[in-house]
């Protein structure tokens, strides 16, 4: 009975463990975007890291014009994410790494620490 007893409390002792470590390196992050743009806009956001994309399975975060939209998403902490944004039916009008993760870009990546970003502008 005592092995058992001892078997059972170090099975949940490594249950424990695994559940810390794995939670110790999530992080919540949200982005804040803005639509200045006169049409609608459709973001992405991409890991650099790992093939992972918010919000996944062929959809996209919808801003319509002059919209500003808080997008929250949970992320590996250190983790870069950037965006990509178009103009809805329009993909060569786009900011960031545009439609999926294509382009370069100097000041769309943000390093997943958790909190939010700054406020990100969209314009014409």
């Known amino acids: 009975m005592a092995y058992l007893s001892r078997l059972r409390a170090a099975g949940a002792a490594v249950l424990l463990v695994s559940f810390a470590a794995s939670s110790a390196f999530a992080a919540d992050v949200t982005f804040v975007m803005q639509n200045d743009h006169p049409n609608a806009v459709e973001v992405e956001l991409y890991s650099q890291d790992r093939n992972h994309v918010w919000p996944g399975n062929g959809e996209v975060f919808y801003l319509d014009d002059g919209e500003v939209k808080e997008i929250p998403l949970s992320c590996i902490e250190g983790e870069k994410i950037c ?42």
Request: glycine share 16%; proline share 2%.
């Open 83 to 124: 965006y990509g944004a178009w103009v809805s039916g329009d993909q060569g009008t786009y900011w960031g790494t545009g439609p999926d993760n294509a382009e370069n870009c100097s000041d769309c990546c943000y390093t997943c620490t958790g909190g939010q970003t700054e406020q990100i502008t969209l314009v014409e």
